[in-house]
């Protein structure tokens, strides 16, 4: 737990934001915004960064292949843009914002598995060109994904 | 006090694999809407090869072209693992599933149907174990009995896990099956001297295993394939 706050830290201050430790096992960075679906995202002016949470790959598995869609292509908010493969799972992500695809993070082809040991930094999976800055309010900030994620674990 | 949860089952004989894909489209649509409860598919197809999302083709040892000599199909899917043989004798299982309803992520569910596989082993003395990393499915020792290959879209699960009763063993030379080069496949016939009841009964029991894993409270057992892969027709 220790190593993983000392972590937690290390990102948030590269990052600039403040982290809260949390009772539960995932790490969750206070200053991004997260779908329900997991995914995590940074907000920029108008281009946004996003990946999937430590809940995420947490629960995942071992990430051995990150699908990544081309440049240029349009996401929207709640739909499917790529996917990741562990265990034998392929699992789609979703945009948690709607935009245009500027860049992709073709590490992660070489390197599936910065998606588990850096979800929020080296694990980035694509930036886009926003087209709707309004959306990024339908999503949960820090402390409502922390419960969310807590309601769904409880489940089982 | 929590809400029962029902599994509803299809028992559907042996479908040709794009049916059974169209029909799951259709499934999970159906259950991302809520319009179905938990769907369980029981099932076996005809000799057909099929590759996951990554297209491992270079594992498919004989030419594509040959297939149909061999009276089999190959199909490229959207699910996670690596190429394998599903043919008749192997029982077969694509649970229909929420995930989010039940809290659980892609390991746990890979790792929930592994210990399904595994239980109803144990029925006829088979002592399987699962995968060790990297090499998700059900062994017995060295050799794999059952497989998986898996894909969740938008919470909601399809494809799922293929168990070797008594499959013919030749097809899987024209491959690497699962991408494991040294490890052989095995068979229910082959690890036990058991009398095996009829398959019908075989498919009943592994399904009651999932069943079991996964805590469902209720079961129920739909017998009119029809009824639901006639409904593929009328969409076209």
């Known amino acids: 737990m220790a190593a993983r706050f000392l972590w937690a830290s290390r990102v948030a201050s590269h990052l600039r934001i403040s982290i809260a430790q949390r009772g539960f096992a995932s790490v969750v960075l206070k200053d991004l915004k997260y779908a329900e679906s997991h995914e995590w995202v940074k907000i920029d002016g108008n281009k946004a960064t996003f990946g999937i949470t430590d809940h995420a790959q947490d629960h995942l598995g071992d990430v051995v292949y990150v699908e990544l869609p081309d440049l240029g292509r349009s996401v929207s908010q709640g739909e499917s843009f790529g996917a990741v493969e562990s265990v034998k799972a392929t699992s789609d992500i979703n945009s948690p914002v709607s935009g245009k695809v500027v860049e992709v993070n073709e590490v992660l082809s070489e390197s599936p598995g910065l998606v588990n040991t850096s979800p929020y930094e080296d694990g980035w999976i694509i930036k886009v060109e926003l087209s709707d800055a309004e959306e990024a309010k339908k999503l949960m900030d820090s402390d409502k994904y922390s419960k969310f994620c807590e309601e769904e674990d409880a489940k089982h | ?236």
């Open chain 2, 1 to 236: 006090m929590r809400t029962p949860r029902t599994l509803e089952v299809w028992k559907l004989g042996t479908v040709n694999y794009l049916k059974s894909l169209k029909l799951q489209d259709k499934l999970v649509s159906e259950r991302k809407a809520n319009r179905i409860p938990d769907t369980l598919l029981s099932l076996q197809h005809p000799p057909t090869y099929t590759l996951g999302k990554r297209r491992t083709d270079h594992n498919l040892l004989i030419p594509e072209a040959e297939l149909k000599s061999i009276g089999a199909e190959l199909h490229y899917t959207q699910r996670g693992g690596d190429i394998t043989f599903h043919g008749p004798h192997q029982a077969i299982l694509y649970p229909i599933l929420s995930l989010r309803s039940i809290g659980f992520g892609a390991r746990s569910y890979v790792e929930a149907l592994e210990r399904s596989m595994i239980e109803f082993s144990s029925l006829y003395g088979v002592k399987a174990r699962a995968g060790n990393k990297c090499e998700t499915g059900v062994w017995v020792g060295d050799r794999k009995i059952g497989a998986i290959g898996v894909r969740i879209s938008s919470g909601i699960t399809c494809h799922g896990l293929a168990f070797n009763i008594d499959p013919d063993m030749k097809y899987f030379e024209h491959i690497v099956p699962c991408g494991i080069a040294d490890k052989e496949v095995t068979s229910l016939r082959r690890e036990t001297d058991a009398q095996l009841p009829s398959e019908e009964v075989i498919h009943e029991q592994l399904v009651t295993c999932l069943a079991k894993v996964f805590s469902y409270d209720d079961v129920v057992v739909k017998e009119d394939p029809s009824a639901i892969l006639n409904t593929l027709e009328d969409d076209d």
